[in-house]
């Protein structure tokens, strides 16, 4: 088995070598940790998939350093692109242009004709692909339908004996991945809700934004991401509480023979003496924690049941709900 090394932050430059020699680096950012390889090197873009455990026609995100990299593959952007870059990078929008063919490898792309591109915020990356001087693919680094991780010990759960190495540089900020959005056609399209919500892009772009919830049958390439294969799946039943919904829950809680774990405020932790892991308070604070929440009652206190809060459908709050109702299979607690 291969040793997975942990790597410091000042510490980058032997991760970057390493991914030169086409090895994978996990790698922080401020939405959740990749899963790096070269993306111009066809055999460590295929381990990338083999090291998940995921389907080979997911197409990647392409990770760059700076927008220069990226138009080494997508050519000078126009001025719409460049009005997003200005504003949002680095940071958690992941944008998607077309690409001339065969710039990147079937791979990469999936068969598609387009590439998705993200600069993340996190600067120990940033300087990590720079140094390697080549974009890295950078899937989530999770084993597949496993939430993302959102810290080092997340990705050495998962990854440990697979992989060569983690960049571990704390928890990440975000805790949602990245707000995905198609600019290859006329009309940009978001295809998956992020901390950048679509009010944001409208504003920059001073037009309308789509949103896209199509949902993706067996024979056709996933256009919207995460949609073809069941991802956030805890190995308990999720249900979504409604605000109003807790003093009802938490006595249906207390009425089951099967174990029930609770994600919520620390208020609604102080009701209950059922597995407790703190959400905090706010839909900021939720999302930042959802996915270690749901990793926590996977692994470190197994229950069969896991309740968890609604929030409202706007903002962070979109791209919150967005995972918590995939983690759930939509299912909503009723009284
Ligand atoms: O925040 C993030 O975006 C994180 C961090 C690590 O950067 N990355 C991430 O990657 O979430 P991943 O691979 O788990 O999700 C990327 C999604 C996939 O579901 C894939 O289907 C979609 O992006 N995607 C990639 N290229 C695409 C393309 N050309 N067209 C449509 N969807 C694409
Ligand atoms: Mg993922």
């Given at each position: 088995?291969?040793?997975?090394r942990?790597?410091?932050?000042?510490?980058?430059e032997?991760?970057?070598?390493?991914?030169?020699?086409?090895?994978?680096?996990?790698?922080?950012?401020e939405?959740?940790?990749?899963l790096g390889?070269?993306?111009?090197?066809?055999?460590?873009?295929k381990?990338?998939?083999?090291?998940?455990g995921?389907p080979?026609?997911?197409?990647?995100i392409?990770t760059?350093?700076?927008?220069?990299?990226?138009?080494?593959f997508t050519?000078?952007?126009?001025?719409?692109?460049q009005?997003?870059?200005?504003?949002?990078w680095?940071?958690?929008?992941?944008?998607?242009?077309?690409?001339?063919?065969?710039?990147?490898?079937?791979?990469?792309?999936g068969g598609?004709?387009?590439?998705?591109?993200?600069?993340p915020?996190?600067e120990?990356?940033?300087?990590?692909?720079?140094?390697?001087?080549?974009?890295?693919?950078?899937?989530?680094a999770n084993?597949?339908?496993k939430?993302?991780?959102?810290?080092?010990?997340?990705?050495?759960?998962?990854?440990?004996g697979r992989?060569?190495?983690?960049?571990?540089?704390?928890?990440?900020?975000?805790?949602?991945?990245?707000?995905?959005l198609?600019?290859?056609?006329d009309?940009?399209?978001?295809?998956?809700?992020?901390?950048?919500?679509?009010?944001e892009?409208?504003?920059i772009?001073?037009?309308p934004?789509?949103?896209?919830?199509?949902?993706?049958?067996?024979?056709?390439?996933?256009?919207?991401?995460?949609?073809?294969?069941?991802?956030y799946?805890?190995?308990?039943?999720?249900?979504?509480?409604a605000?109003d919904?807790?003093?009802?829950?938490?006595?249906?809680?207390?009425?089951?023979?099967k174990?029930?774990?609770?994600?919520?405020?620390?208020?609604?932790?102080?009701q209950t003496?059922?597995?407790?892991?703190?959400?905090?308070a706010?839909?900021?604070?939720?999302?930042?924690r959802?996915?270690?929440?749901?990793?926590?009652?996977?692994?470190d206190?197994?229950?069969?049941?896991?309740?968890?809060?609604?929030?409202?459908e706007?903002?962070?709050?979109m791209?919150?709900m967005?995972?918590?109702?995939?983690?759930?299979?939509n299912q909503?607690?009723?009284?």
């Open positions: 088995m291969m040793i997975t942990i790597y410091q932050p000042d510490e980058y032997a991760a970057a070598k390493e991914i030169q020699l086409g090895e994978l680096i996990a790698f922080p950012t939405t959740v940790y990749g390889a070269d993306a111009t090197n066809e055999q460590a873009a381990r990338v998939y083999l090291a998940k995921r080979s026609d997911n197409p990647l392409v760059v350093s700076s927008q220069a990299m990226m138009e080494r050519g000078p952007v126009d001025a719409r692109a009005r997003l870059i200005d504003h949002f680095p940071g958690s929008l992941t944008l998607i242009f077309n690409v001339a063919p065969g710039k990147l490898s079937k791979t990469v792309t598609l004709t387009t590439a998705a591109f993200r600069c915020a996190n120990t990356t940033r300087k990590m692909i720079a140094a390697a001087d080549t974009p890295i693919v950078g899937p989530s084993t597949s339908g939430p993302s991780p959102t810290t080092a010990q997340h990705v050495y759960h998962d990854m440990n992989i060569a190495g983690i960049i571990d540089d704390g928890p990440t900020k975000v805790g949602v991945e990245s707000t995905i198609d600019l290859s056609k009309q940009p399209t978001v295809l998956r809700p992020g901390a950048v919500t679509p009010e892009i409208e504003s772009l001073g037009g934004v789509l949103a896209d919830n199509h949902h993706v049958g067996k024979t056709e390439i996933p256009k919207a991401p995460g949609m073809k294969y069941k991802h799946a805890p190995a308990a039943q999720v249900l979504i509480v605000a919904q807790w003093p009802e829950a938490l006595r249906w809680a207390d009425q089951q023979e174990t029930v774990g609770i994600m919520a405020s620390a208020s609604i932790g102080k003496t059922h597995p407790f892991f703190d959400l905090g706010d839909v900021t604070t939720a999302s930042h959802l996915f270690a929440g749901l990793r926590y009652f996977d692994s206190e197994p229950v069969d049941y896991i309740l968890a809060p609604a929030y409202p706007e903002g962070l709050g791209a919150y967005n995972r918590l109702r995939k983690a759930a299979g909503f607690f009723n009284a």
